[in-house]
């Protein structure tokens, strides 16, 4: 069947990208942050001249390559089975970067909390595979009813997703303005924290 005049393999291909990058960028500083604190590694950095940016910014840049690199991956193969042509490649880009930062951000922050290699995969499995499902990747909003097309813009990947897929479509659920305005707001809130508990070495130092 058609979805807002496209096919419904060229609806769900952004979706499925963002889900590749969500789940890699998350999982990548997320494990290994967690790996550096359980050998113990983590406490040479925190006592080591090394200002709490730099900290941050290196796992984040670790896991936003992740990302990226199966995002990218994942698109190029995609493009053999699925034609279509891209309506702005900025969008993709930027939807693409900012996602990768914003998950990137939120591992990093599981990794902080996480005591066992089991609570890892506890928001993987319990936040954010049911939050990508929910997201808008298998379905337009605009099918839903009214107080269900509210409730799912509570979900922030709503917002990635759909401005994902204007970016590859030039179809979108949300505003773009407001799309990127959540991801900047997550990003800041995110990092804010991620740099207040890492300046305060908690749940780091033994």
Known sequence: GDMHG???MQFIVPGLI???VITNAYANVASS???????????ELLVAPVPTHVIIA???GGGVARG???GILVTAISLFFVPFQVHSWVFVALTLVLTAVLFSLAGLLNGVFAKTFDDISLVPT???TPLTYLGGVFYSLTLLPPFWQGLSHLNPIVYMISGFRYGFLGINDVPLVTTFGVLVVFIVAFYLICWSLIQRGRGLRS
């Open 33 to 43: 942050f967690f790996g550096a604190k359980f050998q113990r590694n983590i406490e």
């Open 6 to 8: 496209f096919s419904y």
């Open 18 to 20: 963002m889900m590749s």
């Open 68 to 70: 990226l690199f199966v």
């Open 58 to 60: 290196g796992y984040v």
């Open 126 to 128: 319990f936040v954010l």
